[in-house]
């Protein structure tokens, strides 16, 4: 007899009785934007998480800032770390809600997808190149779906586009929902302890209401907020919410991160030397676009297009490099480590 059982695609796409009533199904999917044989052994949603893990937009996120340029240490979180935390939370998330967890997991990996080197300071940098502004949601839609065309199904990429939440419409999905509510958690408590690693703060500084709520910065605080959106959500029945009462503390603690550590006059000289850095290089590659490489390239796009998904794919030491090269500068010298710029 043996010891294993086949579960394969027919067997994991059983999920009435396991999931929830809001939960997606995999079965239910709005499909890819082209027709595909299914895989025998996989649902929809899976093969989209395993087609995000091998993107090379993915793998750029291990050199991309998340809060600290160029930090000096092994611990900091990068935006790789970071979305890996997302994903934790998110897949928590929804296991205690009833939820389709491979969906919230696929949309975690990929949510980060599209941002530029140097944090969301790259969104100013990159805004007087795009009509209405660059975000990097809508860059990642466009690497998921132009430039690595990865053909993902509509709910996960519906989960890329809207899991800011600057983002409107909101998403579709309650696994999206989980994405949200894990990014801000993901963010402010491993921030909050990265600032306090650097010395920026201490940990009594921290709002006193959030430290009474979730506790510290860390495992503490990421379980305290998990917790408080799992009971929010049974109470609402309906939607992806946060509990009143915590919902008010994570607003303050937020505030006060952005204005003790993302927003900090610390910051502002890292933040200009960032910008200046970028557009500098978008406006080079504007005069040469030879230097674009050929794959990583759409040829149907526009020329400032071309160099915006060409910088903005950077990870922050390919920029810094890159520029000091072309420019002869030492902006990679000057980007002195340890300061925050979200």
């Keep these: 007899m043996s010891g294993f059982r086949l579960t394969d695609r027919a ?7 396991r999931l929830a009533p809001a ?5 239910a999917s709005g499909g890819r934007s082209r027709p595909e044989p299914e895989d025998p052994l996989r649902t929809a949603f899976e093969r989209d998480r395993d087609r995000i893990l091998h993107a090379k937009s993915f793998r750029r996120l291990k050199h991309k800032t998340q809060v600290f340029l160029n930090p000096d240490g092994d611990h900091f979180v990068t935006r790789l770390t970071h979305t890996l935390q997302v994903d934790q939370v998110a897949r928590a998330l929804a296991r205690a809600l009833g939820l389709n967890e491979t969906l919230a997991e696929a949309i975690a990996l990929g949510h ?6 140097f944090g969301h300071i790259g969104e100013d940098a990159l805004e007087p190149y795009v009509p209405g502004g660059w975000h990097h949601a809508a860059q990642g839609i466009r690497i998921v779906e132009v430039l690595e065309d990865l053909n993902l199904t ?5 989960g890329i586009r809207a899991h800011s939440w600057k983002i409107t419409p909101p998403p579709a999905t309650r696994e999206a929902e989980c994405v949200r509510y894990a990014d801000r958690i993901g963010y402010l408590s491993h921030d909050a302890l990265d600032a306090v690693r650097a010395g920026v703060l201490r940990p009594g500084d921290l ?5 009474a709520v ?16 799992v009971a929010g959500s049974l109470a609402d029945g309906g939607r992806v919410v946060m509990a009143a009462e915590p919902l008010e503390a994570m607003h303050e603690l937020r505030a006060f991160m952005f ?3 993302y927003s900090s006059e610390t910051a502002a000289g890292q933040k200009q030397l960032a910008v200046d850095v970028i557009r500098r290089l978008v406006d080079h590659h504007l005069a040469h676009p030879e230097l674009i490489p050929a794959t990583y390239r759409d040829a149907g796009a526009d020329l400032t297009t071309q160099v915006v998904d060409h910088v903005s794919g950077m990870t922050d030491r390919f920029a810094l490099t890159t520029h000091d090269r072309l420019f002869d500068g030492d902006a990679t010298a000057r980007m002195r480590p340890l300061l925050p710029i979200r």
């Design 11 to 17: 067997a994991r796409e059983r999920e009435e009785e």
């Design 23 to 27: 939960a997606t199904r995999s079965l």
């Design 112 to 117: 980060d997808l599209g941002h530029s080197p």
């Design 154 to 158: 509509a709910e996960v990429r519906d």
């Design 207 to 211: 709002p006193a209401r959030a430290r």
């Design 214 to 229: 979730f506790g510290e910065p860390g495992s503490a605080m990421v379980g305290a907020m998990i917790d408080a959106v």
């Design 259 to 261: 204005e003790r550590v």
